[in-house]
């Protein structure tokens, strides 16, 4: 018997739009009778999800960055609320995006509506203050790190442990660093992969520090190459803006999504994101920078609880990709960690081996399977 029952869920993020849509077919595949609908991109709705606001609209990064996108960020949220109240979904799936869906699945509690929360906030990174208001509106929550799953125990928070949903995707590997046991010489010419972000916001801030650290490098050493990845989420208009404003003499091709990055580059140079353990898995070297505007990171400073920010250097316990953070994150910092990473073609071989090794960390492929089960048992 059909259960034409009805399922909320939110991604506010590229990545988010990615993993939900995955969960999403798996429990279509399940019951093909589910009604989806809610607040995401592409990916959602190419999945089968009514799609009531676009996420871009409300993905935003950053203290004070909120502030220019407040407006949309207010429809959203009114939306959601409308949306709870008049369609009583059986369950509310929320993904990543904390700000946003920590106040929705608030809404959610007090109409009795069931929420099962995907992949974390990083409450034991920062304001931990928060685990208590999840221990109270959230019903079951799925993480992708084995360390966040004894975080809410302690805490006493309905938890599941599911693994990375990056490891359901095809591995892609970089076929510079793929034969390790090879003692081959890394070519002289390199090519250089610059991962900016998926939104705006970021594009903003890093495309142009990184337009002129290609800059600074092709001076440096002549045939080097770059790549920069245009995420799906964004307009290529935008890229070319900014390339407007920023000229540079540099070799520097765009393209679409990280697979011809992965697949090349000798090095990479990555915002802060879930792309970097994308780019850790394929085996391919980084380095990790990221900035945000100034009273936030002020804000941030004082709030974080962790010695890293990125996601390798954290999943490794311990900092085995160099982080260039805010004022740090400037063209001449990160050309200089380029060049010195690349004189050293022993090391890139033992941070790609280093890297590749961090799969069995994050547990096995199945994620989105299990995320799905956990739903339909809620259901």
Avoid at 21 to 37: A, E, G, I, P, T
Avoid at 90 to 115: C, E, S, T
């Amino acid at each position: 018997m059909k259960s034409e029952k009805c399922v909320m869920i939110i991604a506010g993020e590229a990545s988010g739009d990615l993993h939900g849509s995955n969960v999403v077919r798996v429990m279509k595949q399940r019951d093909n009778s589910l009604f989806f609908y809610g607040i995401g991109g592409t990916l959602l709705k190419q999945a089968g999800v009514k799609i009531m606001m676009d996420a871009s609209e409300i993905s935003v990064v950053g203290i004070t960055e909120v502030l220019s996108r407040a407006g949309n960020i207010w429809r959203g949220m009114s939306l959601a609320k409308e949306l709870l109240r008049t369609m009583r979904p059986d369950l509310l799936i929320l993904i990543d995006f904390p700000d946003f869906n920590l106040r929705v699945a608030a809404i959610a509690k007090r109409l009795g509506i069931p929420v099962l929360y995907y992949i974390s906030p990083q409450v034991w990174a920062w304001r931990q203050g928060r685990v208590k208001k999840i221990a109270k509106i959230v019903d079951h929550i799925a993480v992708i790190f084995p360390f966040e799953e004894a975080f809410y125990r302690k805490h006493r928070v309905p938890v599941t442990f599911v693994g990375h949903p990056l490891l359901d995707m095809p591995l892609i590997e970089n076929s510079l660093f793929s034969l390790l046991t090879s003692h081959f010489p890394l070519p002289t010419s390199h090519l250089i992969g610059f991962l900016p972000g998926s939104r705006e916001g970021e594009i903003v801030r890093h495309l142009p520090v990184m337009l002129k650290s290609a800059q600074i490098l092709s001076q440096r050493q002549k045939d080097l190459k770059f790549l920069i990845s245009l995420a799906p989420s964004l307009e290529r208009s935008l890229i070319d803006k900014i390339f407007a404003q920023y000229p540079s003499e540099a070799d520097i091709e765009i393209v679409n999504g990280t697979t011809p990055v992965f697949e090349k580059a000798s090095l990479v140079v990555a915002a802060s994101g879930t792309v970097t353990l994308e780019t850790a898995l394929s085996g391919t070297p980084l380095m990790v920078m990221y900035k945000v505007s100034p009273l936030s990171y002020r804000i941030g400073r004082a709030l974080i609880k962790v010695s890293h920010i990125s996601l390798v250097n954290l999943v490794a316990g311990r900092g085995i990709v160099p982080e260039l953070i805010q004022d740090q994150a400037s063209p001449e910092n990160i050309a200089d960690t380029v060049m010195n990473m690349l004189g050293d073609p022993d090391g890139l071989r033992q941070l790609s081996k280093t890297l590749s090794g961090l799969r069995h960390l994050l547990g096995g492929s199945g994620a989105s399977g299990r995320v799905a089960e956990i739903a339909m048992n809620m259901l």
